[in-house]
């Protein structure tokens, strides 16, 4: 039986943490991620949960208990926002590095300065390079079930999975979203297998320093170099594409909920102008598409669910009959322009698909995107192209200039 | 051909010779004169200061001491912390010679 | 998509109204609920505003609301304060707690108007948190009657399901008296 219930984004990801059963949790609050560890917190102290939460002073050293007890053969779990994710950036590589499959939600929120505590993806995005899978979510039911698949693509390439949704826009909105019970969810998830375990009877030194050339150890065994190293890491992201599709798809039988490609689509079938974004801001999107084909416009959705590994061949499916392609984000690369434009952009390079691409910076700091900002935005923006105007443009929607 | 390391996270093992043979980095060799060495004198397990401050783990608690010369890197700790003053360093290439 | 925007001051239920109110909704057969708080630090005594979206289909918005069909003001201090009338849709129902008779209310053209003195009602029914009466359960009843879009046997399992048993049956009986008292003037 379905067992539905009415709650917020970051509780949706406490009970998928809690599903997931997790043995260590460290976490420090930050708005708007607070009340999901608090969650965790209550399930530890009720006993709902059996795990350790570590309180610490910081989320570099959140970070940094989540990669001690991973290393010692825990399933562990942490979540943050903004400032703390940046905090924790130099160990954000380290986790990937060390090939630690430790689950993190980043609940989006803008970087200061100037102060922000509301919902952008500056945060998760400028993470992008260190190695972690990034999945974002379109609404609460996501942010559960991405958590539960995150461990098993975690555990099954051994690369950190950062499970990211928009702050208060999912984080503090309720809406119904279906639990799988507890057995459904063992039998998907096997016991997390380490790939290596610290222990006093068999002493290691993990992670000591690497030269750039091949080292022969003391057994006469060839060890990897820095770069064996990093390629190792690439490799095994490249891998995770499989990996994902094929965890989507055996959650799907479990649930019921399509997760077999690495974007979604709303009714993209037949159309023209194809609209694109990661999150929430997706979502809000579909609704501006209803509109836009009662206008007789065809328009559709192609959501960007995993960034990292980027899905380089959905894209180019989602997108080989878009005449126009509009990139709607919550982020900037300064200087260029939003960061999820460049990849769709150079994933199409070569690939003979050669359409005006409109790119538009919406919500940052929490300013509010609406399906009539979209409408409207994306209609002026069909006009200007037909016009034969700039077919490559960054436009800043809403935005005083 | 060798085999590979399949570890996906670097990573050694504590072992003689992980990091190479260093004594080759020595350019003063100790030389322990058996005559004023405690252990030696007193035939039985004593003082072994060289042993306890050497940081490289090279000396063997023994009677006699034994100085492991594939490995000192011949930085003299020993025998600046010797009380009976039986280690001298020793030029390993006599520039004259 | 029914979208209603609630009025009140941090710490009067507000946000707890919105999600007791799409609780019922989805309880009704209604697939896609939404409740939101304003988005940011939560102030006391602050007027604040929180949402719910109601829909037979799963909803797609989470964007803020612009033009409400239906305002729920709990506080009609608020009445001086926040513009609130103006973001209502034509043909939209204005909901306040008010003890003035409606006449003394002065409403746009083509608003539904519905008054209940929901603090009297909190009251008699020891509603009451901090010294103050806590009177989103009554406009939970006058919303059923000047809405007709959900019924009072669903607000009473949303009570529960938000509520402990104890504190619930007061609620309940709030709820019902509120439902029969409220007074709807057409304009």
């Known amino acids: 039986m379905d067992n539905v219930q009415i709650m917020t984004g970051n509780t949706a990801a406490a009970i998928a943490a809690k599903l997931c059963n997790i043995q260590v949790v460290a976490a420090y609050p930050i708005t708007p991620q607070t009340s999901l560890t608090e969650t965790l917190s209550q399930f530890i102290e009720s006993g709902e949960l059996k795990a350790e939460y570590v309180r610490v002073e910081s989320e570099h ?37 060390s090939r630690l499959p430790i689950v993190m939600c980043c609940v989006n929120r803008g970087v200061g300065a100037p ?10 995005v400028a993470q992008r390079d260190t190695g972690w899978i990034q999945i974002y979510c379109r609404d609460n039911q996501e942010i559960l079930d991405s958590v539960i698949q995150a461990y098993r693509i975690a555990e099954e390439v051994y690369a950190p999975v950062m499970v990211c949704y928009d702050g208060f826009v999912l984080s503090h909105t309720m809406m119904p979203v279906s639990i799988p019970d507890q057995k459904a969810v063992n039998s998907f998830l096997p016991p997390y297998k380490p790939h290596t375990v610290l222990s006093v009877e068999n002493p290691y030194n993990i992670n000591p320093v690497i030269f750039p050339w091949l080292r022969e150890n003391a057994e006469g065994i060839i060890c990897d170099g820095y770069m064996e190293m990093r390629y190792k890491l690439q490799k095994a992201l490249d891998c995770a594409r499989e990996v994902i599709v094929a965890t989507g798809k055996k959650y799907a039988k479990l649930t019921g909920r399509n997760y077999d490609e690495m974007l979604w689509r709303y009714k993209t ?20 598409v209803d ?109 005083r200039k | 051909m060798k085999n590979r390391d399949k570890n996906i996270s670097a990573m050694s093992t504590p072992a003689i010779a992980e990091g190479g043979k260093t004594g080759d980095w020595r350019d003063m060799r100790p030389v ?49 912390e010797c009380p009976a003053q039986a280690i001298t360093m020793i030029k390993e290439v006599d520039d004259n010679g | ?51 719910t979206r109601i829909s037979d289909e799963p909803i797609r918005t989470f964007s803020q609301i ?122």
Not at chain 1, 61 to 89: D, E, N
Not at chain 1, 270 to 288: K, N, P, R
């Open chain 1, 61 to 97: 050293s959140a970070l940094t208990v989540c990669i001690s007890a991973s290393t010692v053969g825990a399933r562990v779990f942490t979540s943050t926002s903004s400032h703390g994710l940046l905090y924790m950036h130099e160990q954000l590589h380290w986790a990937a590095g």
């Open chain 1, 115 to 124: 102060w922000s505590i509301f919902n952008d993806q500056q945060d998760s």
């Open chain 1, 269 to 288: 079938d037949d159309a023209q102008i194809i609209l694109t974004g990661m999150g929430s801001i997706a979502m809000e999107a579909t609704a501006a």
């Open chain 1, 291 to 399: 509109q836009l084909r009662k206008d007789g416009v065809k328009a559709g959705v192609a959501g960007i669910r995993v960034f990292r590994p980027f899905p380089v061949n959905d894209v180019r499916k989602a997108f080989s009959k878009a005449q126009t392609i509009i990139v709607l984000e919550k982020d900037i690369s300064y200087g260029y322009e939003g960061a999820l434009c460049s990849d769709i952009k150079a994933a199409l390079y070569g690939t003979g698909i050669n359409v005006p691409v409109h790119n538009f910076i919406a919500g940052l700091g929490g300013r509010d995107v609406k399906v009539r900002e979209i409408f409207e935005a994306v209609q002026q923006s069909l006009q200007e192209i037909a016009a034969g105007k700039e077919s490559n443009k960054t436009i800043w929607l809403n935005c």
């Open chain 2, 32 to 80: 322990i004169d058996q005559k004023k060495c405690i252990p030696s004198i007193k035939g039985k397990a004593a003082c072994y200061l060289c042993w306890l401050y050497c940081p490289e783990g090279v000396v063997k608690a023994a009677i006699p001491v034994k100085i492991d010369l594939d490995y000192c890197k011949g930085c003299g700790i020993c025998a600046e």
């Open chain 3, 1 to 51: 998509m029914h979208e209603i925007i609630w009025h009140g001051r941090g710490g009067q239920g507000v946000v707890v109204g919105a999600q007791i109110l799409a609780e019922a909704a989805y309880l009704q057969g209604f697939k896609g609920v939404t409740s939101a708080p304003t988005f940011g630090p939560e102030r006391r005594g602050a007027p604040l505003t929180a949402s």
């Open chain 3, 66 to 187: 612009e033009f409400a069909d239906i305002a729920v003001v709990l506080d009609s201090s608020l009445l001086g304060v926040v513009d609130i009338q103006s973001s209502i849709k034509e043909g939209g129902i204005f909901i306040i707690n008010t003890n003035l008779n409606p006449g003394q209310i002065k409403i746009k053209k083509g608003l539904k108007l519905a008054c209940i003195d929901a603090a009297k009602i909190a009251l008699k029914h020891r509603l009451v948190k901090e010294g103050a009466p806590i009177v989103n359960t009554p406009l939970l009843g006058a919303f059923a009657r000047a809405s007709n879009l959900i019924s009072l046997t669903y607000l009473e399992q949303g009570l529960k399901w938000k509520l402990s048993p104890q504190v619930a049956a007061g609620n309940i009986l709030a709820l019902k008296e509120a439902y029969e008292q409220t007074i709807i003037i057409e304009n």
